[in-house]
Structure formats: structure tokens, C-alpha cells
Nanobody, 115 residues
Framework: VQLQASGGGLVQAGGSLRLSCAAS?????????VGWFRQAPGKQLELVAT???????NYADSVKGRFTISRDNAKTTVYLQMNSLKPEDTAVYYC?????????WGQGTQVTVSS
């Protein structure tokens, strides 16, 4: 079952967005962790943040202090709260298991930050 990301959009630098990641039916944690990834035009896929089923989180240095990953108590949805957005955060954002599995990639959601 693919994971579907939503909540992207166009925002000015310094603004905020909240992304959601959901699986259709059941827990989103088919493995022990879920990650948010992003890919900017012409760049490689980048791991942004991870959250383990028990709640432990990790962040890329580029987003530490600005992004927060979380999950709901039912473990059906994972969120990415993005604050103080910068133009370099512009990318398509995806969620997947961590480590990612090919079958779980969804369409992603576009985040565009204007300067």
C-alpha cells in the first residue's frame, strides 16, 4: 500500500506548512520507522526526518530547529510541521518507510517557497 503525502503548497519565505502522510487502512508503521524525504529539481533524494513507532525522531541538519515530525496516537498518520521555510526547502516531499521500500512510494506533494 502506497503512502500518500498531502498539504504542500506555495508559501513565502519565513512561512509555515504542515504536511500529512497517511496509509489506506491500518497502521502507517509497516516497518519500525517512517521518513519524510524530498527531492528538489536536479538534485538527489534527501532524507529530511524520521520518526520511530515509539516516537524517537531524527532530522537532517538542514531542517533541525525548523521542522518537526510527529505521529497521531493511532499511528495512522505522520506529520511534518515546517516553520521558517526557506527557498531552498522547495521540493517535492514524499513519505515512506525508513528505510524506504519501492512499493510504498506515493506521488508526493509539492512545496514551493518564494523569496
Amino acid at each position: 500500500v502506497q503512502l500518500q503525502a498531502s498539504g504542500g503548497g506555495l508559501v513565502q519565505a519565513g512561512g509555515s506548512l504542515r504536511l500529512s502522510c497517511a496509509a489506506s487502512g491500518g497502521s502507517i508503521f509497516s516497518r519500525n520507522a517512517v521518513g519524510w524525504f524530498r527531492q528538489a529539481p536536479g538534485k538527489q533524494l534527501e532524507l529530511v526526518a524520521t520518526i520511530f513507532s515509539a516516537g524517537t525522531t531524527n532530522y537532517a541538519d538542514s531542517v533541525k530547529g525548523r521542522f518537526t515530525i510527529s505521529r497521531d496516537n493511532a499511528k495512522t498518520t505522520v506529520y511534518l510541521q515546517m516553520n521558517s521555510l526557506k527557498p531552498e526547502d522547495t521540493a517535492v516531499y514524499y513519505c515512506n518507510d525508513y528505510p524506504p521500500r519501492t512499493v510504498r512510494w506515493g506521488q508526493g506533494t509539492q512545496v514551493t517557497v518564494s523569496s
